[in-house]
């Protein structure tokens, strides 16, 4: 078997790395660095562990993918996707069933690279996806209340009305300095930028609000009042492993890593229309797997890529992995020589920054978008959505992919309905040849819907990538889903922004009112859209004289 494992550091010292990118990337991961603080030990505290254990899995599990993986601006840690997973597995097999399922799950992802699985991950459709992440940002909020309103409850029921339904019982014992330190944290990390834009507010927010809590001993509660002493070191440990009990942690090992490497290869995804490359999909998928093996005998929890952090990773100049290690060794300094201040951070303000986190994770806008869309992709989206809350993540994948199979094959089966447009000059200018050089033209053949439009996007933007006009044909698409519509946006985007002119032809009217609800009519311009070939070709060859 050919395993194709070519992480991405090890070719680009190959080819060879700037002083002046080294210098942006240290500069980049120091930020991100900071950045990590505030989430790992959050990220950690949700999870039902103590705040080290997010530290250290963003020290180690970074480093080891960063190192191994096939992005070259991918940030790995802990994520808050994972919050409500592995609160559940150590309410029923304890810490040491966490270690062991984490591990588990690292051999399940090597073994999904090694097969080549991360090409077939892109096939998961985009109204799944969003479902579920908004579905775990709604839960991930609702466990936040307790300290974000400081209320004196000693456990959480694990059903999200049952939690609800006790907030409401309790709400005559807020403790009202928690709630505004909340509330501060929340103003601070949402609006920092204002001021800062490299300063991350989530760690001034921190910072000042500690020292606000210790100065003035307000009556809130602490990490150490929660947790006690917590670790400043790194000690390599083994978990304590039953093997007669191997097979009670398959299934959470399997849910791990399916989780993993959907959110490890989105935010690879992300990061490619960002910064124009391309990630290796099996390569990252092998990394995320090395991670998530090394990591637990350090003491860390499950990893995956972390959106958010490979965004301010990208944004602030990363572009080699060099920034993640760089996040990784900045880590490790703040928690060798200044834990001992970690442990004064208010949970209220750990909570405010998992509220902001729940609210950016929610996806508002692209939930929203395909409420507006065909009955078949909304349909996939409040069901995943609704089943992440109200029974679990599992359920909830394994309904939404065979949901998608059943409304994909009947939209199949109903495709004779759909309008295809008969361009009035099909035997006109048939040799793409005879075209100007800088005009590009590239035909749609079939249905535009999950499983081909990651393929279908990466034709268009290597079609338009080298030219100044591209036209798409479009005569022979019988309807367009949510994911298509979303991948179609974001290569127009990337298109555009490198000034490739988009014109299309042969849209039929019902993918037409598609594409204009999705907002991408107005992102090419309806003038630009064209019911025939001759006449975009004629506008084609207008712009380039």
């Known amino acids: 078997m050919n395993i194709n494992f070519q992480p991405k550091f090890f070719t680009l010292l190959k080819q060879g790395i700037s002083k002046e990118q080294i210098f942006k990337d240290i500069i980049a991961g120091s930020i991100v660095g900071i950045v990590a603080l ?222 993993g490497s959907i959110e490890s290869l989105l935010s690879a995804v992300v990061a490619d229309g960002m910064i124009g490359g391309s990630h290796r999909s099996n390569t990252e998928l092998i990394a995320q797997g090395i991670a998530n093996i090394v990591t637990p005998f350090f003491g860390g929890i499950p990893a995956t890529g972390a959106i958010a952090r490979t965004a301010t990773n990208v944004e602030n100049g990363g572009r080699t992995p060099i920034a993640g290690i760089t996040h990784s060794i900045v880590l490790l300094f703040i928690m060798l020589f200044f834990m001992n201040f970690a442990k004064l951070i208010p949970m209220s303000v750990l909570a405010g920054i998992l509220i902001v986190v729940s609210f950016n994770m929610s996806e508002y806008r692209s939930f929203l978008s395909i409420l507006k869309g065909s009955p078949y992709d909304y349909i996939v989206l409040l069901s995943t959505f609704i089943l992440t809350v109200v029974v679990d993540l599992t359920v909830a994948i394994q309904v939404g992919i065979v949901l998608s199979s059943l409304l994909f094959m009947k939209r199949m089966a109903d495709v004779e309905k759909h309008e295809i447009v008969k361009s009035d000059d099909e035997n006109d200018i048939e040799n793409y040849d005879e075209l100007p050089k800088n005009i590009a033209v590239y035909e749609i053949g079939g249905p535009l819907f999950f499983a081909s439009a990651k393929q279908y996007a990466c034709m268009i933007k290597q079609s338009g990538v080298n030219a100044e006009i591209l036209i798409i044909r479009m005569r022979y698409v019988p309807f367009i889903d949510a994911t298509a519509l979303y991948n179609f946006a974001q290569t127009a985007k990337l298109l555009k922004s490198n000034g490739t002119i988009i014109i299309t032809s042969g849209t039929n009217n019902s993918v037409f009112a598609e594409l204009k609800k999705a907002g991408i009519v107005s992102l090419i311009g309806e003038e630009n859209m064209h019911k025939t070939f001759k006449r975009a070709v004629t506008q084609a060859k207008q712009i380039n004289n």
């Open 38 to 259: 505030p989430l790992a030990i959050a990220f950690a505290v949700a999870s039902g562990v103590s705040p080290e254990k997010g530290i250290i899995t963003a020290i180690v599990a970074g480093f080891v993918i960063s190192i191994f993986g096939g992005s070259r601006v991918q940030i790995g840690g802990p994520t808050g996707a994972f919050i409500i997973i592995l609160y559940g597995i150590i309410e029923q097999y304890g810490i040491d069933g966490l270690l062991i399922s984490t591990i588990l799950a690292g051999i399940i992802l090597i073994l999904f690279g090694i097969f080549k699985f991360g090409n077939l991950l892109k096939y998961f459709p985009n109204p799944l996806i969003v479902g579920f992440t908004s579905g775990i940002a709604l839960v991930i909020f609702s466990t936040q209340i307790k300290d974000a309103l400081g209320l004196n409850i000693e456990k959480l029921p694990a059903d999200f009305f049952q939690k609800w339904n006790l907030y409401i019982h309790s709400l005559d014992s807020i403790n009202y300095y928690a709630l505004i330190i909340t509330i501060t944290t929340i103003f601070i990390t949402v609006n920092f930028k204002k001021i800062n834009s490299k300063i991350p507010g989530s760690f001034v927010a921190l910072i000042l609000l500690t020292i606000i809590v210790q100065v003035f001993d307000l009556p809130t509660t602490t990490i150490e009042s929660f947790f006690g002493t917590i670790s400043g070191n790194i000690t390599f440990s083994l978990p304590n492993l039953d093997i007669s009990n191997l097979s009670h942690y398959l299934v959470p090992a399997l849910i791990i890593a399916l989780l």
